[in-house]
T-cell receptor, first 113, second 115 residues
């Protein structure tokens, strides 16, 4: 069965600084990988996804993520954060014949003015 | 394209009462998920349907939770009787079956408070 680890519960960065949120997965084959964002009181919104091909994927709101098979990682990055990026970020892995999607525990991003 | 619809948005019940949540997925999506999200945690998969069949319910507390997806479209999730620890947001999501469309699209969720 697949699993997802997000090692950082909270991350604080200054507005305008770069951001990297870590995600490690466990699965025997190449999974589908996702990053979702959840603002307070809101549903989950897909930022980006990886299925195959180019290991650097671009998403919405200026986010990107890089799939590294050797490290079983799919870290999320943004070169310059905005105050509106403050939210909870979830990494998820989809795998198996039935495409079960499993989520990590999330990383809460705080932005300093 | 209409999104995933859920109702109600909020529900407060007393412990030992029963409650039901409803979900209408995106039209044409064969896969439907119910997740439980406890405050401060990631979504936990309770049950996954493929059309009207269950493909995974390993995390569903079957002594009190039940779910169905009649006709492979709408779904209901029921809790009977509710416990205090069931307080959470219940998220419904759906996805298509093509490899390029396998991400889950989420509804706004139902916030359940058990008192």
């Amino acid at each position: 069965a697949q699993s997802v680890t997000q090692p950082d519960i909270h991350i604080t960065v200054s507005e305008g600084a770069s951001l990297e949120l870590r995600c490690n997965y466990s699965y025997g084959a190449t999974p589908y990988l996702f990053w979702y964002v959840q603002s307070p009181g809101q549903g989950l919104q897909l930022l980006l996804k990886y299925f195959s091909g180019d290991t650097l994927v671009q998403g919405i709101k200026g986010f990107e993520a890089e799939f590294k098979r050797s490290q079983s990682s799919f870290n999320l990055r943004k070169p310059s954060v905005h105050w509106s990026d403050a939210a909870e970020y979830f990494c998820a892995v989809g795998a198996g014949r039935d495409d079960k999607i499993i989520f990590g525990k999330g990383t809460r991003l705080h932005i300093l003015p | 394209e209409a999104g995933v619809a859920q109702s109600p948005r909020y529900k407060i019940i007393e412990k030992r009462q029963s409650v039901a949540f409803w979900c209408n997925p995106i039209s044409g999506h064969a896969t439907l998920y119910w997740y439980q999200q406890i405050l401060g945690q990631g979504p936990k998969l309770l049950i996954q349907f493929q059309n009207n069949g269950v493909v995974d319910d390993s995390q569903l507390p079957k002594d009190r939770f039940s779910a169905e997806r009649l006709k492979g479209v709408d779904s209901t999730l029921k809790i009977q009787p509710a416990k205090l620890e069931d307080s959470a947001v219940y998220l419904c999501a759906s996805s298509g079956r093509t490899k390029m469309n396998t991400e889950a699209f989420f509804g706004q969720g139902t916030r359940l408070t058990v008192v």
